[in-house]
């Protein structure tokens, strides 16, 4: 059974950090690109950051290369998949999804992340 599992939003201020978690369960994840995805207000949901099965390629949204890094840990055939947030901006408020980079699973509850200007 495939499962994901978002955490580590919450609310900080302009400038701030947070470290978003995921963990994907199933051993299909280990094998996979993974990415994180967001969704704001009004507004579709976006790739934010992806990263291949081995770590060895990531690719970022312009708006947030420099300021995003995307990583992942396969130990133990479980994929978590983390996202380092650095110097936010009140646009980056949305909640934050993982799922796969091209093959996706059904979505998780997703983590809100809220930055005020």
């Known amino acids: 059974q495939v499962q994901l599992v978002e955490s580590g939003g919450g609310l900080v201020e302009t400038g701030g950090s947070l470290r978003l978690s995921c963990v994907a369960s199933?051993?299909?994840?280990?094998?996979?690109?993974m990415a994180w995805y967001r969704q704001g207000p009004g507004n579709q949901r976006t790739l934010v950051a992806g990263?291949?099965?081995?770590?060895?390629?990531?690719?970022?949204l312009d708006s947030v290369k420099g300021r995003f890094t995307i990583s992942r840990d396969n130990a133990n055939n479980i994929a978590t998949v983390y996202l380092q947030m650095d110097n936010l901006k009140p646009d980056d408020t949305a909640v934050y999804y993982c799922?796969?980079?091209?093959?996706?699973?059904?979505w998780g509850q997703g983590t809100q992340v809220s930055v005020s200007s």
């Open positions: 199933g051993s299909t994840f280990v094998n996979i690109p």
């Open positions: 799922n796969g980079w091209s093959l996706r699973f059904a």
């Open positions: 990263i291949t099965a081995s770590s060895g390629v990531t690719k970022y």
